[in-house]
Every structure is written in structure tokens, then in C-alpha cells.
């Protein structure tokens, strides 16, 4: 399965219902470009991935860097606070 070009709207989907259940490791979420999608496509694309079973959730903008520091300490946890 490879990354999906396509708005967090669109009707078709690529990612079964607890999916991320079939890997024995923690499976988090990535809502990215959120400095330019409007709040209701990163609502939904939320909920997608909180039905494939993702958690925690991450919302960033790499553009301003919201949400990049959370998700940094979870990706390396001895990162430790800035």
C-alpha cells in the first residue's frame, strides 16, 4: 500500500477499518499541510485514520511547524521537552 494523492474528502478509501491492528507496534496518524486544509478536511482525515486504528493522531504544518514538536517526541521520546 503506498501514499494516496487525494483529499481527505474524497469517497474512496484505502485503509480498512483497524488496520494498523495487523502491526505489532504502535501506528500513528499524520494530518499534514494543516496550514492550508480547511478544518473540516482535517476533521476527516482524523477520523480516517482513527478508524484504521492510528494512535495518537498528529496534526502538523511543516510550513509553520505547528504540531512538529509533539510529533518529534513521539517519534524519538528521548528527545525529551524543548
Not at 501514499?3 to 474524497?10: D, G
Not at 486504528?53 to 514538536?69: H, K, Q, T
Request: glycine fraction near 8%; hydrophobic fraction near 45%; charged fraction near 25%.
Amino acid at each position: 500500500m503506498g501514499f494516496v494523492n487525494s483529499p481527505a474528502t474524497a469517497q474512496r478509501f484505502l485503509f480498512s477499518p483497524g488496520q494498523a491492528a495487523a502491526f505489532p507496534i504502535p501506528t500513528a496518524g499524520v494530518v499534514t499541510k494543516a496550514d492550508i486544509a480547511a478544518e473540516e478536511q482535517c476533521r476527516q482525515a482524523e477520523e480516517l485514520l482513527e478508524l484504521a486504528g492510528a494512535d495518537p493522531i498528529f496534526r502538523v504544518s511543516s510550513l509553520r511547524g505547528d504540531g512538529m514538536e509533539e510529533l518529534l517526541r513521539f517519534l524519538d521520546p528521548d528527545r525529551g521537552e524543548p
